[in-house]
């Protein structure tokens, strides 16, 4: 199927099971009108946890369902959807209690029945399951112990909603409308025996050896991984892996890196991780001979996504030229002769990480590299400040708009470059960004 | 277009798809739209036996099973129930004691029996009778 047939149909298929319990609402017989906002108030409810209930597809990183869209959108999705869904279950609650609050009967839960305090602390645990991951950077959660406790609360809540629902009843009356609910309990299941058993396992039984932990400029470690005992993994270049460290695939201790080897090489793979938070400090400490784990690859950032291009340009800001790394090692072994330009932003020309191997590169391929540097001496041929506008017209080729642009790096620079291009007349479908730091 | 600004959008989109099925639910079983029901609180009784009853009502959250003039729950309302059941019938419904006993579910029946042991009961049943059918 077309990436964009296939971007449509799953899109229908996610609005659907997200509206579909409205429209069993719908479909009669509905109940004898309980007033206007008590019934809105209800809907509401009914579709909040409906979207509640994708999130957790939404994680389970089906390839075929993420891939017309690119894993990283997904998970933007994700957060921004968890919004839609608190404010409709949000909305559930406070359009209750201004309606009529007696209706809600008493909160204290010994007198309250057991679902209407089940829905009171499903509702608590999704607000505090939306807060803690909006808030976790300027929390400083730590991220393994956030990932195990955001998906134990989320099974929580949903059990508890749906106790909320199949206990309030009165909008289930008619047998097809509980199947269609136990049908999403019971996917819910499923999928959460997928990402945290069925997956776990299949990654347990191919796994990785370090071979080589090998330090690069700017505080960046590649690690050279080789497979045990099986034939290793396909993947396109500028695809990433989770890597799961000193730890077992069932701990569900992942970690998103771009894949930075060569796609067309051996099965031997290697990974650039920058010193950044709590895991990839500790990612120098990993010695050769140590076990790894990897799931994947994902991700829709690839110059084998658009193979009739005439030529690509890539724009990369500090780690981000990870996958461009991988797509320029890619072409290079393919010895692929079209024109390339490299627009390469750090602070100081010290800390360019690949800056050697950018110039041997550039030997291999049609590759221009432009050097923007933010602090420092530098040679003479690098610009300074960040990747303006001016800078992109000064170096791209006159014949720019059939070009495909690949933009990584943090979410400032992306969004400043893609304007930037916007404004130079390249076109928006021909500009693909990866965000870089969406968990 | 950002990717990021691209999630947005379809979340944005989910938002509007699903407050319009909400509303088009809400208006096909309702069909005056919102504010048609009277909200008006009828005025307190006169009779201090029957204002304690439906202080009571009140206080025990009946409203999120029944409703009385379109307020609370409208699965089960109690409107006119003062003309169809005399005042032990009442009492017997309220804390699920025999006969009402055999027509209500078990844990529902459960939850009555606390009831029993209600000081206001007695008020509870005087303002129910006071619900009869115009």
Same mark, same amino acid.
């Given at each position: 199927?077309?990436?964009?047939?296939?971007?449509?149909?799953?899109?229908?298929?996610?609005?659907?099971?997200?509206?579909?319990?409205?429209?069993?609402?719908?479909?009669? &017989?509905?109940? &004898?009108?309980?007033?206007?906002?008590?019934?809105?108030?209800?809907?509401?409810?009914?579709?909040?946890?409906?979207?509640?209930?994708?999130?957790?597809?939404?994680?389970?990183?089906?390839?075929?369902?993420?891939?017309?869209?690119?894993?990283?959108?997904?998970?933007?999705?994700?957060?921004?959807?968890?919004?839609?869904?608190?404010?409709?279950?949000?909305?559930?609650?406070?359009?209750?209690?201004?309606?009529?609050?007696?209706?809600?009967?008493?909160?204290?839960?010994?007198?309250? %029945?057991?679902?209407?305090?089940?829905?009171?602390?499903?509702?608590?645990?999704?607000?505090?399951?939306?807060?803690?991951?909006? #808030?976790?950077?300027?929390?400083?959660?730590?991220?393994?112990?956030?990932?195990?406790?955001?998906?134990?609360?989320?099974?929580?809540?949903?059990?508890?909603?749906?106790?909320?629902?199949?206990?309030?009843?009165?909008?289930?009356?008619?047998?097809?409308?509980?199947?269609?609910?136990? $049908?999403?309990?019971?996917?819910?299941?499923?999928?959460?025996?997928?990402?945290?058993?069925?997956?776990?396992?299949?990654?347990?039984?191919?796994?990785?050896?370090?071979?080589?932990?090998?330090?690069?400029?700017?505080?960046?470690?590649?690690?050279?991984?080789? %497979?045990?005992?099986?034939?290793?993994?396909?993947?396109? %270049?500028?695809?990433?892996?989770?890597?799961?460290?000193?730890?077992?695939?069932?701990?569900?201790?992942?970690?998103?890196?771009?894949?930075?080897?060569?796609? #067309?090489?051996?099965?031997?793979?290697?990974?650039?991780?920058?010193?950044?938070?709590?895991? $990839?400090?500790?990612?120098?400490?990993?010695?050769?001979?140590?076990?790894?784990?990897?799931?994947?690859?994902?991700?829709?950032?690839?110059?084998?996504?658009?193979?009739?291009?005439?030529?690509?340009?890539?724009?990369?800001?500090?780690?981000?030229?990870?996958?461009?790394?991988?797509?320029?090692?890619?072409?290079?072994?393919?010895?692929?002769?079209?024109?390339?330009?490299?627009?390469?932003?750090?602070?100081?020309?010290?800390?360019?990480?690949?800056?050697?191997?950018?110039?041997?590169? =550039?030997?291999?391929?049609?590759?221009? $590299?432009?050097?923007?540097?933010?602090?420092?001496?530098?040679?003479?041929?690098?610009?300074?400040?960040?990747?303006?506008?001016?800078?992109?017209?000064?170096?791209?080729?006159?014949?720019?708009?059939?070009?495909?642009?690949?933009?990584?790096?943090?979410?400032?620079?992306?969004?400043?470059?893609?304007?930037?291009?916007?404004?130079?007349?390249?076109?928006?479908?021909?500009?693909?960004?990866?965000?870089?730091?969406?968990? | 277009?950002?990717?990021?600004?691209?999630?947005?959008?379809?979340?944005?989109?989910?938002?509007?798809?699903?407050?319009?099925? #909400?509303?088009?639910?809400?208006?096909?079983?309702?069909?005056?739209?919102?504010?048609?029901?009277?909200?008006?609180?009828?005025?307190?009784?006169?009779?201090?036996?029957?204002?304690?009853?439906?202080?009571?009502?009140? +206080?025990? =959250?009946?409203?999120?099973?029944?409703?009385?003039?379109?307020?609370?729950?409208?699965?089960?309302?109690?409107?006119?129930?003062?003309?169809?059941?005399?005042?032990?019938?009442?009492?017997?419904?309220?804390?699920? #004691?025999?006969?009402?006993?055999?027509?209500?579910?078990?844990?529902?029946? +459960?939850?009555?029996?606390?009831?029993?042991?209600?000081?206001?009961?007695?008020?509870?049943?005087?303002?129910?009778?006071?619900?009869?059918?115009?």
């Amino acid at each position: 199927m077309a990436p964009a047939l296939a971007a449509a149909f799953w899109i229908a298929a996610y609005l659907a099971a997200v509206s579909a319990p409205l429209f069993v609402l719908l479909a009669g &017989p509905t109940p &004898p009108g309980g007033g206007f906002w008590r019934d809105f108030a209800m809907a509401l409810g009914f579709a909040g946890l409906a979207m509640m209930g994708v999130q957790f597809f939404l994680t389970a990183r089906f390839k075929r369902a993420t891939a017309p869209f690119g894993i990283d959108l997904i998970y933007y999705f994700h957060r921004y959807l968890a919004l839609v869904a608190l404010a409709a279950l949000a909305a559930h609650y406070v359009i209750l209690r201004l309606d009529d609050p007696a209706q809600l009967g008493s909160a204290d839960p010994r007198l309250a %029945p057991g679902y209407m305090s089940a829905g009171r602390v499903a509702l608590l645990l999704f607000v505090l399951l939306v807060v803690a991951s909006l #808030a976790r950077r300027s929390l400083r959660f730590d991220y393994d112990w956030w990932r195990i406790t955001h998906a134990f609360f989320a099974i929580a809540a949903v059990v508890l909603a749906l106790w909320h629902i199949v206990g309030s009843g009165r909008y289930l009356s008619a047998p097809w409308k509980q199947a269609l609910w136990l $049908t999403y309990g019971a996917l819910w299941i499923a999928l959460v025996a997928q990402v945290r058993l069925l997956r776990p396992w299949r990654i347990a039984r191919r796994p990785w050896r370090i071979a080589e932990v090998r330090p690069e400029r700017g505080r960046v470690w590649t690690l050279a991984l080789e %497979p045990l005992g099986h034939e290793g993994l396909r993947f396109q %270049p500028g695809q990433f892996v989770w890597l799961t460290a000193r730890a077992s695939p069932y701990a569900l201790r992942e970690h998103p890196f771009s894949l930075a080897s060569s796609a #067309a090489g051996n099965a031997r793979l290697e990974v650039s991780i920058k010193e950044l938070g709590d895991f $990839t400090r500790s990612v120098k400490d990993l010695r050769p001979g140590e076990k790894v784990y990897l799931d994947g690859p994902y991700g829709a950032f690839s110059i084998d996504r658009h193979p009739a291009a005439p030529g690509y340009v890539f724009i990369a800001g500090g780690i981000g030229v990870a996958p461009i790394l991988s797509m320029l090692r890619t072409a290079a072994e393919r010895q692929d002769r079209r024109p390339l330009v490299l627009f390469y932003g750090n602070r100081v020309w010290e800390r360019v990480a690949f800056r050697e191997e950018l110039e041997r590169l =550039g030997g291999r391929l049609a590759l221009k $590299t432009v050097h923007v540097l933010r602090e420092g001496p530098a040679p003479a041929s690098c610009e300074s400040g960040f990747v303006t506008r001016e800078v992109l017209d000064r170096h791209l080729p006159a014949e720019r708009r059939p070009l495909e642009y690949f933009v990584c790096g943090p979410t400032p620079m992306t969004r400043a470059v893609e304007a930037s291009l916007a404004t130079l007349g390249v076109p928006s479908a021909r500009v693909h960004s990866e965000i870089f730091n969406w968990v | 277009m950002l990717r990021q600004t691209k999630a947005k959008l379809l979340s944005a989109l989910t938002a509007a798809l699903v407050v319009a099925l #909400a509303a088009l639910f809400s208006l096909l079983s309702n069909p005056d739209g919102p504010g048609a029901r009277d909200q008006a609180k009828p005025p307190a009784p006169a009779d201090p036996r029957v204002a304690a009853g439906r202080r009571a009502y009140e +206080r025990l =959250g009946c409203a999120l099973c029944h409703s009385i003039a379109g307020a609370g729950n409208p699965g089960s309302p109690l409107d006119g129930v003062g003309s169809r059941h005399d005042a032990a019938a009442l009492r017997a419904w309220i804390i699920g #004691a025999e006969p009402a006993r055999a027509s209500l579910p078990e844990s529902i029946a +459960r939850r009555k029996a606390r009831y029993a042991s209600e000081p206001d009961l007695d008020a509870l049943v005087a303002y129910l009778q006071t619900l009869r059918t115009p």
